[in-house]
Nanobody, 117 residues
């Protein structure tokens, strides 16, 4: 089992910044890629950014150049630095751990990010 705890969401004005954190506990050696997803009301959950064990990153086109994902393996923590936020970034953000050996993914409880115009 892997447990994920997110923090750092909140309310910010357009153009502002927030940093999300996600700390994993439990069977962390089984974690492969970690990522952030988001889901706005009435929409599907989409990938925002991901980072592999080796540090390779992947971003949704809508956040490239504004968001940065990073990983501190010693702390089992992944971060999402969000700059130049836009109202369309408003969503619940979920941390995800993709696991090795065909183990099921783990998800955090979600953290709300609201960007006002």
């Amino acid at each position: 089992q892997v447990q994920l705890v997110e923090s750092g969401g909140g309310l910010v004005q357009a153009g502002g910044s927030l940093r999300l954190s996600c700390t994993a506990s439990g069977n962390t050696i089984s974690i492969n890629t970690m990522g952030w997803y988001r889901q706005a009301p009435g929409k599907q959950r989409d990938l925002v950014a991901s980072i592999s064990r080796g540090g390779s990153t992947n971003y949704a086109d809508s956040v490239k150049g504004r968001f940065t994902i990073s990983r501190d393996s010693a702390k089992n923590t992944v971060y999402l630095q969000m700059n130049s936020l836009k109202p369309e970034d408003t969503a619940v953000y979920y941390c995800n751990a993709d696991r090795r050996w065909n183990l099921p993914d783990s998800w955090g409880q979600g953290t709300q990010v609201t960007v006002s115009a």
